[in-house]
Structure formats: structure tokens, C-alpha cells
């Protein structure tokens, strides 16, 4: 049986080892970076920080096995007057020439910045022994965010952008970056990835702000720019099944794509509905499957998967005590549910 909850300062070891198969800034290989998203993370779940300052990190528990697999992240408002979100955007321009009767249609990339942002989502790791999982595993590390979305919509921003990552050299550098970024900064790759969480004054200072043309890169280098990388195809498919599309925005670092969709148009949070449980034997394979969630006290968050046995017009759920032991449930309580 799996569950997803809010993760604890007691996990630190565990999602330092889920961390390193990625090593990205929303999620880092490093100690000291973890214990103060651990730190964000509980104050975000007990409701105590402010809302646009809220991070929740959720984490994947096998419980027969007894260790974590997995996690993800909600980040409440990405982009504040002290922390812009800072993105490229990408747009066409068209020249016409009537002394060569020649026309172009040139890509261009323009800086932006949002000091009023979407709520973001990141951090999606999956560790590899698990992927491909007939649980689908994945999806359900990314979707639950959904359903605590719906759960505490009055937190959450009006729309939700999430950024993937696009192919990497094999050393993880960006040749975008390398092309483009460098040559204003002076800073490798994930120097200034790491230096832009905490600090984008560089970026308003040091990068171009005019029109930057993508035909100047190599065309190597011009076929990345919001392509999506090989790991991420598959949360590219998660996204857009729920509704979110390519804003033509990418990561002025590495050109990454960034996907949006307005929060109360995502299917998963729009069908979110709250349902008392009721028990079931089982659920055989021709009844639906549903994320149930629940809060209560410790933890503060638990979610599961399972084959569910809608009753009373959709208003009750007929689960089974394995479920219920899993959600730390009992019959008559009230869960919230959502069919990925």
C-alpha cells in the first residue's frame, strides 16, 4: 500500500537520497537547503506562514517497505515584489521587404517579470525502481496537489504554472545557457540556478532586454528552446490531460517550457467533492479509481489511491478497511475525493 503526506524534519535523510537522482533548485541535493524547505513546508501545513510565502513538500511513503519514494512540491505564489518569477517570453516577429518582395517570420525571446505569480508546482521525483509502477505512481505524486489544492482553495493563486525541465547535456548543463546566459553573467548553469532562488537582481541587471533573435543561436541550440526533456515527457502528459497548455513562456536559463492552466478550470480540482466513507469488502477492476485525502492530526495530510464503490448519487464512498487504515479513517468520516 502506498500513501502520500506532508513531509516532517524527521524525513531529511530520506528525501536528501530521492533528491540527488534530480539535484534541481526546487528540489537540491544539499542538507542545509532541505532542513529550510522542511522548515517552510511544516509551517505551511500548520497554516501559521503567510499564504504567498507558503511551500508544501508532500512525500510518497511505501509503507510495507517502511521508506519514502517519492515527492513533490506546491509553492503558493511564485512570484512577489521581494522575488519576481522571471521568465522569457517567446513571440514572433514579422518583417516584410517591398524592394526584395521577402518576408521573415523571426522567433524572438523578451524578459519578463510577474511580481503578482501563480501558484507553481515542482519537485516531482519518483524514485527509479518505482516508475512504471501498475499504481501509477507518478501520476498520483502529481495529481494529489490538485486535490489539496481544491481542499484549501482560498490559499491558492488563479492560476497554476508548473515548469519542466528541457533536455540537458549529459554533464547537466544547458547549451541554451551556454550561448546566451553566460555570455551576460560570466556564471556556469547551475551556479546561477541556485543564485536566482534566493537573489535575481543579476538577471534585471546583466541580461538584454530588447528582443533577443533566436536565429543569431546555432540551430541546435534553437531547436531546444521550449522543448520538453525525455524524463519529463511523461509529466508533460500528466499536465496537459488536466487541462494545462504551453504559455509560450520558457526558463531564461535553460529554455524549459512552462505550462499553465487556470486553477478552477484544472479537471482534477474542479471534480473535487468531499464524500463520507462507508465500508466495502472490495472493489473489483470495473469500479472507478479515486484520490481520497484527509487531515487530521498526525499526520496533518494523508492521501490515497483505491478502487472506490460510489454510493448515495456520489455523495459516499464504499471503501475498504485496508483504505481506511491507510487514511487513518473510519466509517462515517469525511474525506475528500477526486477521480484522476
Not at 513571440?91 to 516584410?96: G, M
Request: proline share 5%; hydrophobic share 40%.
Amino acid at each position: 500500500m502506498f500513501r502520500i503526506r506532508e513531509s516532517t524534519a524527521e524525513d531529511l535523510d530520506q528525501i536528501f537520497s530521492i533528491a540527488k537522482h534530480l539535484d534541481t533548485v526546487n528540489l537540491p541535493a544539499d542538507r542545509g537547503e532541505l532542513e529550510k524547505l522542511l522548515a517552510l513546508s511544516e509551517s505551511a501545513f500548520a497554516g501559521v506562514s503567510e499564504p504567498a510565502e507558503r511551500e508544501y513538500l508532500f512525500v510518497l511513503e511505501d509503507l510495507e517497505a517502511k521508506r519514502l519514494i517519492g515527492t513533490s512540491i506546491i509553492h503558493a505564489q511564485h512570484g512577489t515584489r521581494r522575488s519576481p518569477h522571471v521568465y522569457f517570453e517567446v513571440l514572433d516577429d514579422q518583417r516584410y521587404s517591398e524592394t526584395l518582395d521577402s518576408f521573415f517570420k523571426h522567433q524572438g525571446l523578451r524578459l519578463g517579470y510577474d511580481y503578482d505569480g501563480p501558484t507553481e508546482i515542482g519537485g516531482l521525483i519518483l524514485l527509479p525502481d518505482y516508475r512504471g509502477h501498475g499504481e501509477r505512481l507518478g501520476q498520483f505524486l502529481s495529481y494529489v496537489r490538485f486535490l489539496f489544492i481544491a481542499m484549501h482553495r482560498e490559499v491558492f493563486r488563479e492560476e497554476i504554472h508548473s515548469e519542466l525541465l528541457p533536455p540537458l547535456e549529459p554533464d547537466g548543463t544547458s547549451k541554451l545557457w551556454e550561448h546566451l546566459g553566460r555570455r551576460f553573467t560570466g556564471l556556469g548553469y547551475q551556479e546561477a540556478d541556485m543564485l536566482s532562488k534566493y537573489n535575481k537582481e543579476f538577471i534585471r541587471a546583466l541580461f538584454p532586454h530588447s528582443i533577443i533573435y533566436t536565429s543569431l543561436f546555432p540551430q541546435d541550440v534553437k531547436a531546444l528552446i521550449g522543448e520538453v526533456g525525455q524524463p519529463s515527457r511523461g509529466v508533460e502528459k500528466i499536465l496537459r490531460r488536466i487541462g494545462f497548455a504551453y504559455a509560450r513562456h520558457i526558463d531564461p536559463f535553460d529554455g524549459g517550457p512552462h505550462f499553465r492552466c487556470k486553477t478552477d478550470e484544472v479537471s482534477l480540482i474542479k471534480n473535487a467533492v468531499r464524500v463520507e466513507v462507508h465500508t466495502v469488502e472490495g472493489a473489483d477492476t470495473s469500479r472507478p479509481v479515486a484520490m481520497l485525502a484527509v487531515e487530521r492530526e498526525q499526520p496533518r495530510f494523508a492521501a490515497a489511491c483505491a478502487r472506490v464503490i460510489p454510493l448515495d448519487d456520489g455523495n459516499a464512498l464504499g471503501i475498504t478497511r485496508a483504505v481506511q487504515d491507510t487514511l487513518g479513517v473510519s466509517a462515517g468520516d469525511s474525506v475528500w475525493a477526486t477521480y484522476p
